[in-house]
C-alpha cells in the first residue's frame, strides 16, 4: 500500500519560509504525480501545488503563485514545497497525495494515499 508522510510543518512568523518533506514509504514515488493540499479550519481541503514524475510540469493555485516552489529529488523518494513569504492565511494543515492520472490538476478527486498532514501556523 502506497504510504506517504509530510513534515517540515511549523510555527512561522508572516513573511517567513518553511519547507514541507513528502517521502513515500514502501514505493517508489518516480512514477507518480504529486499533489500537495491544505486544508484550513472550517474550511474545505484546496489544492496548492503539483508536479509531474519528471518535475518537468507543475501547477500552482493562484493564492500561492510566486510565493510557493514544489520540487521533487526521485534519489531521496522525496517531493518538497517550498513556502517563502508566508501570510497568516496560509495557516493549515498540509497534505501530500499521490496522482491517480499522469496529469496534474489541483483537484483532491485526481489523488489518493494521502498522508496524515503536517501544521503549518503562520502568526506573530
Known amino acids: 500500500q502506497l504510504q506517504l508522510v509530510e513534515s517540515g510543518g511549523g510555527l512561522v512568523q508572516p513573511g517567513g519560509s518553511l519547507r514541507l518533506s513528502c517521502a513515500a514509504s514502501g514505493f517508489t514515488l518516480t512514477s507518480y504525480y504529486i499533489g500537495w493540499f491544505r486544508q484550513a479550519p472550517g474550511k474545505e481541503r484546496e489544492g496548492v501545488s503539483c508536479i509531474s514524475s519528471s518535475g518537468g510540469t507543475k501547477n500552482y493555485a493562484d493564492s500561492v503563485k510566486g510565493r510557493f516552489t514544489i520540487s521533487r529529488d526521485n534519489a531521496k523518494n522525496t517531493v518538497y514545497l517550498q513556502m517563502n513569504s508566508l501570510k497568516p492565511e496560509d495557516t493549515a494543515v498540509y497534505y501530500c497525495?499521490?496522482?491517480?492520472?499522469?496529469?496534474?490538476?489541483?483537484?483532491?478527486?485526481?489523488?489518493?494515499?494521502w498522508g496524515q498532514g503536517t501544521q503549518v501556523t503562520v502568526s506573530s
Open positions: 497525495a499521490a496522482g491517480l492520472f499522469r496529469r496534474c490538476v489541483l483537484s483532491e478527486h485526481e489523488f489518493h494515499s
